[in-house]
Structures are given as structure tokens and as C-alpha cells.
């Protein structure tokens, strides 16, 4: 098996109970649930429950958690983005008149997808920015750019300090693949400074068992920036012709000759990375694939 660095207490979650799930009072009426890989939030309003997607991964432990904090039915869903892993378990929490809300383009991936589990979002909206208050608790839902998948959104709750915004990036762990499947590099980068103007003190990202805080998110923008760094100082010196000279590449092989410069251009980039070793887990994991999405995009974006 590959060798990887043991993850460092700071990084570890609580212990999932027996149950499957753990939940966490986030103040203001909202919780945090989480079964070790993935998790969301929801909040108890005056009557009854808005429930930010529903993962396959907690099922009908979804329900359970909720039902521990509250007997209110789940009124309102809101999906943060089309990925069948956040939303893959809707259909578990639609019965009738349950309000689904979505950006628009959220909404034409799941019509596209044609997957029972996600049922269509009952209200839909084009705009950047919208803000709704549902029973009492103010909602503003921010599409600001393609940093994960097109329609994604910020979900913030101004009066609880809460941010939503999943697979944005993992608190105390380096981001998942190719900068967590970004759409959009750019995008993914201008996220974490975006994400710094909203007045949060929790964040919710959708994996692990941790939630966030604004720190968190200045400390992803840090490693990301040295990610980039990095790369643009191997693109600028890893030169095409010496690195297919040196692997041997054919001359009319000429997509090769790409593939084993972009090879060469990752591993200078990760031999001039800082060390974040005692600041992040799971440096080394993806480190290759966030250099190779990053590089890609510094190149030619
Ligand atoms: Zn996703």
C-alpha cells in the first residue's frame, strides 16, 4: 500500500457514534451533521426544518438527526449544488409540499441527470444574489462563479454567522482532487477571497467531520496560492524539449511530449512547495493532482 502521512490530531473529527452520525448545535437553531466523510446543516424555524441537501452518504440518518434536535418536519430543502453525493438521498426527504430551492442551473443538471433520487428543485432563480426569509430565518444565496460546479451556491445565514458553501474546500485538510473538481480554477482561487467578505464565524464545507471558520478559510487560500506559486515557477523553467529529450519521446509524438513536460512541470512544482505538513492533513495525497489542475490553469486560463 502507498505510504501516507498519518492524519494529525488537528485534523481528526469527533468520533461517530454507534448511530452513524454525529451532530453538532451551531447556535441560532442551526446544527451541523456530519458521518465522518460527509456532512451538511440544517435549521429549526418556527415551523419546521430547512435541510441543506441530502447525501446518500447519511440516508436515513439524515432524518434520525434531525429528529433528535426537533419533531418539525423538514419544509424546505435547499440544494447547494447538482452532485449526486450532496443530493444523491432527496428523494428520502420529499413527500408533499416540500419546497426544493435551487439556482437554475442546478436545476437543469438534475433534469439532465434523469436520477429519481434527486427530484427537480420546486423553486429555481437566475440572479447572482438572492436573499429569502423562510419563517423567520433570512437566507442569502449567492451564486458567485463557477468555483466547483456551475449553479453552485453560498448559503449564508446572516443573523446565525453561518456560511454554507460545499465542497468549497476541507478545514485543516489540503482540498480534494484537482482543487475539489473545480469547474473552474480561476474560479476555485477568487472562491476563498470571496468567501473572506461575507461576516461568518462557521462554515460548512460538505466533507469530513469538521466545520470551519474564517481562519480556516485563509489558510486554504494561503496553501493554494503557494500550490500556484509553485507551478508558475516550474512552468517557467521546466522547458518542453529538454523533458521529452530526457524521457525519450519520439519527435512526432507530439501529445506525449505534453504529457511528460506537464510530468515534469508537477514534479519541479512539488519539490518547491513549503512544507504545510504541521498546518494541514493530507498534503501529500492529493498534492500531484492540485499541482497538475493548477498548472493547467496558470498555462493556459
Ligand atoms: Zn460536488
Redesign the pocket.
Known sequence: MTEFTPVPDFALGPDIPEAGYAVKDLGGGAYFVTQGMINTMFVVTKNGVVLVDASPFLGDKLLAAIEEVTPKPVTHLIYS?A?A??IGAAHLVNRNGLKIIAHEITGDFIKESKDDRRPLPTETFKSRHKEIDIDGVRFVLDYTGDW??AGNLFIHLPEQKLMGA??SFTPKSAPFFRL??SAHVPAYFDAMDQLLEYDFDTIVT?HMALPGTPEDVATNREFIHDLRTSASEALRTVDMKEASAAAKVPANNKQAEIKVWMDAVVARAAELMPSWDKRLAGTDIFLTDNLNATAWSVFID
Open positions: 449544488h452532485h453525493d450532496h466547483h460546479q460545499m465542497d475539489y473538481f460538505g
